[in-house]
């Protein structure tokens, strides 16, 4: 993930496995789920390391929530 370089190796482990975990809520759809706002944040933040992780394809327009 970009911008986490300077992090501590243990800041780095939370980190990750917090946004994958924010990544994997935002794959599900669940709208309805108590993170889905800041999935979907988290989403917006790091589009290209989403698309890597989940191993999307198709155009980013496609997949990436809209701003409201």
Known sequence: LPGFQYCTEEQGE????????????YAAGDRSHV???ES???VRAFPNSYREIMGL??????WLPKLI
């Open 14 to 25: 939370v980190i990750y496995k917090r946004v994958k975990h924010l990544f994997a809520v």
């Open 57 to 62: 394809t198709k155009p980013q327009r496609s």
């Open 35 to 37: 993170q889905w706002d």
């Open 40 to 42: 979907k944040q988290v």
